[in-house]
């Protein structure tokens, strides 16, 4: 038995034919069947040559000693065939796509999109494990801000609130890397993971065939043990044995299946499970007879290999109770009539904790495949569909969900709860600020309330609102959620979406300081094509001061199709508190009177003018001024209607601005503890200055924020048009244009943030604006003298609260003479403006 068990589980040691590894399995079921007494010895000694350490004892000696009518049943141990791969083994939960390692309570799945049965994807992109360092910055944002702000508020500064969640950010990655840390000294590399009640697991692992024949193996299953945490009794199917069972026991106990949600695999009761009794001098019952049923049960699968081929193998298994559960094996029935057992042997990780285990690269224990289930627990599947009322985007015959350069379009959430427990507090975090949650309560002052249900001044951290009362996911329970997404950049871009809920207390007590919770991911390759590139620029007008010119330009650089690129300008608009726009006239023209929409054609390029002016100190207020309307309804009833252009741009404000923070703050440590390894050195003057004009920065800051009184969230439209900020726009451009189908009609917008009217304190161009005012035509009769024409030089000082310190010279002509102050130094306060008088003494015509 030994022999031929070592013949066909290897291909070293010669090279034998097709017809010889068949005769070595004939002879050994051969064995097998008709000296079963001698094969059972022999498998008893295979069972000690390979399994592990601490494990010399049979498992089923002692169900043997103590059980009446248990009977042995041959298992050949360790043969290798199939061929199994310890070093492939990983564990994950059934039903969510990908294989995951970490805790159940703090774990991560990574979940799929739906997919059609062409295999083409129907969503957003295509779906994608993602980076594990973007995860870990995430969940540290998503615990920082729910600890800062633990429900939406608006009552602290902006400022204030971006300074706390840092400061939390820092605290949580200096908790994770100190635990990291003290456990690599300690030398405790792992502990058991923590798994949910009646949540199925999978177990996945490469298996080959090295054989020249193929193989069948029926009943492949895995072999586990469990001890039950409330009882102290054991369930388990290590060792092949048999229990006669009581007969009174309905015969279809034994075939019971269960199924789970999540999850499409039927589960039964392992062969050979059995359950240890309470009493000190514990017997074996089998399973399917013990009051309450198997602590566990598992999945059956049948396959069949060919010559020299290597596959990856699922097995399910789902703990029952509450208890620790070990996952020890794989056992599976070769060409019907032989038993065979595979053992894991996993290697745990290289120990730090010591010189010797550095040194002679010692390892630890694996905790891959051991549990500790806990309670029941909510578990939670989210599927991004598109809304059937609206534009969706490209199936993608070849895009694959392919989107479009600042494309809104409207999607459905669908959140559902498949576990044991109830869900709450659920949390959606964004890497970019792509989504905006549809709201239908127009409760509360808009214009100084959240934005699509968001969280802290991250602007990517969002509230999932749920349907149900007392905002609780309960099992079995679904929730679709609407939102809409505008997708940025451009290539290929990462979508992560990250999901927070917590296990709602169905006791109705208080809920505990440190709830248990749990995590879902969600990432996705979007491929974003270019649509349409927007440039805007503001000039001062000569005509009047407080007037400016906006000159916005637009160019189409479609390339997602061959055809059809054209694209259609809807609406352009200004949020603004404090300045009107309206368009210059003459600027389209048209055949009829009716306003039609302007078509942009490929690698085309439009320019628009607009005229921008203030409105009253009393009329100071947030408005959507729509300067442009390209056919359609009435302009002005269009413009205060659809409230939702803003949300992208209050989000986008929020995130840039908390971006620009962290970058700031993540420079700033790094400057400090490279100052630090320099103690003792002079400064540099450069260091100087930094410390300076950062010290100086957090002051107008701070001020800023004091002056607005009215509290309001950081995404909100108040925060994107402050009432101190006088100087700036948003500007707003909505367009349409054809999709990929026939008759669907994508729709998008582009916006550009803050351009300043009149900049404050600093200007990328001059602060000045200098312009004359004179007679352009004179008549005048040179016989009795020259010409003295009257002209005035204005100077304004653009900027609203900054001094400007300049020089004034006059250039001498030749053809003529000027007469008045032709040169002197002058200091301009913000906001105004110096007159010069000039006389121009002109000898001649010309």
Not at 31 to 56: H, L, N, Q, T, W
Not at 82 to 100: H, M, Y
Not at 460 to 488: A, F, N, Y
């Amino acid at each position: 038995l030994k022999l031929y068990a070592g013949l066909v589980g290897t291909t070293g040691g010669g090279r034998v034919s097709v017809r010889s590894q068949q005769k070595f399995l004939n002879h050994l079921a051969a064995i097998c069947r008709d000296f079963s007494g001698k094969a059972m010895d022999g498998a008893e000694g295979m069972r000690r040559y390979v399994d592990a350490p601490g494990k010399a004892v049979d498992p089923c000696s002692e169900v043997l000693v103590s059980t009446p009518g248990a009977t042995k049943v041959l298992e050949i141990p360790g043969m290798d065939l199939p061929r199994i791969a310890d070093s492939s083994v990983t564990i994950g939960v059934d039903g969510s796509g990908a294989s995951s390692r970490t805790a159940v309570v703090e774990r991560m799945d990574s979940i799929q999109l739906n997919e059609d049965e062409d295999g083409v994807g129907i969503g957003l992109g295509t779906a994608s494990a993602g980076s594990e360092e973007e995860w870990q910055e995430m969940m540290c944002s998503v615990q920082a801000e729910l600890r800062t702000t633990s429900s939406p508020s608006v009552d602290v500064p902006t400022n204030d609130q971006i300074k706390e969640v840092i400061a939390e950010i820092d605290k949580e990655k200096a908790d994770l890397a100190f635990a990291a840390r003290a456990k690599r000294k300690g030398g405790n590399v792992g502990s058991p993971e923590k798994r949910a009640r009646m949540e199925p697991l999978k177990v996945t692992f490469e298996l080959s065939n090295p054989l020249g024949v193929q193989i069948r193996a029926s009943d492949v299953q895995l072999v586990a043990r469990m001890t039950c945490s409330k009882t102290s009794r054991t369930c388990t199917n290590e060792g092949a044995v048999e229990i006669n069972g009581d007969a009174n026991v309905p015969t279809g106990a034994k075939n019971r299946s269960w199924k789970f949600g999540g999850s499409t695999s039927t589960y039964t009761i392992p062969d050979f499970a059995r359950v240890s009794s309470p009493e000190e001098q514990r017997s074996w019952h089998p399973a399917h007879e013990v009051n309450g049923g198997p602590f566990f049960v598992v999945t059956k699968t049948d396959l069949a290999m060919e010559p020299g081929t290597t596959t990856s193998l699922e097995l399910g298994l789902c703990p029952l109770v509450k208890g620790d559960l070990e996952i020890v094996g794989v056992r599976c029935k070769l060409f019907g009539e032989i038993w065979v057992y595979h053992h894991f042997h996993i290697e745990g990780p290289l120990l730090q904790d010591t010189r010797h285990n550095r040194a002679n690269r010692v390892r630890g224990k694996s905790y891959l495949l051991e549990s500790t289930v806990e309670g029941d627990m909510p578990r939670l599947v989210v599927d991004l569909v598109p809304s059937p009322d609206a534009a969706t985007p490209s199936t993608g015959d070849t895009h694959g969900g392919a989107m479009l350069q600042g494309q809104v379009s409207s999607w459905t959430l669908c959140v559902s709860n498949i576990g044991t427990a109830s869900a709450r507090n659920i949390t959606l975090k964004t890497n970019v600020p792509w989504i905006s949650i549809v709201s239908h309560d127009a409760g509360g002052d808009r214009e100084v309330m959240a934005t699509s249900q968001c969280i802290g001044p991250s602007g990517t951290l969002m509230k999932v609102p749920l349907k149900s009362d007392g905002d609780v996911l309960r099992p079995g329970d679904s929730t679709d959620i609407p939102i809409r997404i505008r997708t940025s950049g451009g290539g290929r871009q990462e979508f992560y979406m990250l999901f927070r809920y917590e296990l709602h207390d169905e006791d109705g007590q208080s809920p505990p300081t440190t709830p248990r919770f749990r995590w879902l991911r969600k990432m996705l390759n979007v491929p974003v094509y270019p649509s349409l590139t927007m440039t805007a620029s503001l000039q001062p007008s000569t005509w009047n001061k407080d007037e400016h010119i906006l000159s916005i330009e637009m160019t189409n650089y479609r390339s997602d199709r061959q055809s059809q690129l054209d694209i259609s300008m809807d609406k352009v608009c200004i949020a603004s508190r404090y300045y009107k726009a309206k368009a210059l006239e003459c600027q389209v023209v048209s055949d009829s009177d009716e306003r039609q929409p302007v078509q942009i054609g490929w690698q085309e390029r439009m320019t628009m003018h607009y005229l921008i002016f203030p409105v009253e100190a009393s009329e100071a207020k947030y408005r959507l001024s729509q300067c442009c309307y390209f056919g359609g309804d009435n302009p002005d009833t269009a413009a205060t209607s659809d409230d939702s252009l803003t949300d992208f741009v209050c989000l986008e404000n929020a995130h840039e601005r908390f971006k620009s923070a962290i970058k700031a703050h993540t420079e700033e440590m790094a400057r400090i503890a490279a100052e630090q390894e320099n103690e003792g050195q002079p400064r540099h003057v450069s260091q100087i200055r930094r410390a300076k004009s950062a010290l100086k920065n957090t002051e107008s800051e701070s001020i800023e924020d004091a002056a607005d009184n009215i509290p309001h969230h950081p995404t909100s439209i108040a925060s994107l048009c402050p009432k101190k900020a006088t100087e700036g726009i948003n500007l707003i451009c909505a367009w349409s244009t054809n999709g990929s189908a026939n008759d669907e009609r994508v729709h998008g917008q582009h916006h550009l943030r803050q351009l300043a009217v009149r900049p404050r304190r600093k200007s990328k161009g001059c602060p000045l604006m200098v312009t004359a005012r004179h007679k352009s035509h004179v008549s005048h009769n040179f016989a009795i003298g020259p010409l003295h024409a009257e002209i005035e030089v204005t100077i304004s000082n653009r900027l609203v609260e900054a001094d400007v310190t300049f020089e004034f010279a006059v250039e001498r002509q030749p053809g003529f003479e000027f007469i008045g102050a032709e040169s002197f130094k002058w200091t301009l306060g913000g906001g105004e403006e110096l007159v010069v008088p000039l006389t121009v003494d002109i000898p001649r015509s010309g």
